[in-house]
Structures are given as C-alpha cells and as structure tokens.
C-alpha cells in the first residue's frame, strides 16, 4: 500500500480547465440547495479565494481536523498501479 501512495504522489493529474469546469458545477449545485451543509455564500467566497490563488491544493479547516481528526491518504484505482499485491 505505501508502494501505492508514493505512486499517486509521483502522478500529475488532470487539467486545470477539467478542474475549473468540475467546480462550476459544483458551484451550480450549491447555489441550488444540492449540498445543505454548505451555504452559497461560503461556495462563492471560497470560489474567489481559489480562483485568486490559480486553483491550489486545499486542506481541511483546523476545526474540521480538531472534530473529525481526519487521517487518510487518497490513491489512484488498482489498474492504474503497477505491481499491487
């Protein structure tokens, strides 16, 4: 599995414009109520800081991480690894 995660590290993944247009629609449902947790407003607000800083890796809020104290590492499908056990 670490053979795994170090791989998806090594990987770049898709296009900014494939991320852009992902989070206009993401940014579409939320201004239609399709995600309760989260207001339109803040999507707006985070929307403009993303877009302000060229689309950066974002990390969870520090009370996110102090409520859920979240611990996970994100790696791509099986049959786009080699030598998986």
């Known amino acids: ?4 995660c170090l ?3 090594r990987r770049t993944w898709g296009a900014v414009e ?6 206009y629609w993401f940014l579409e449902q939320a201004a239609q109520g399709s995600f309760p947790s989260i207001a339109h ?3 707006q607000a985070f929307d403009a800081l993303l877009r302000e800083h060229g689309y950066p890796a974002a ?3 520090a009370g996110y991480e102090r409520f859920y104290q979240p611990a996970y ?8 690894l080699p030598d998986l056990p």
Do not use: F, N
């Open 1 to 4: 599995m670490v053979a795994s």
């Open 7 to 9: 791989e998806t590290g």
């Open 18 to 23: 494939a991320l852009r247009q992902t989070w």
């Open 41 to 43: 407003g803040d999507a």
């Open 59 to 61: 990390h969870h809020s």
């Open 73 to 80: 590492r994100l790696i791509a499908g099986y049959e786009r």
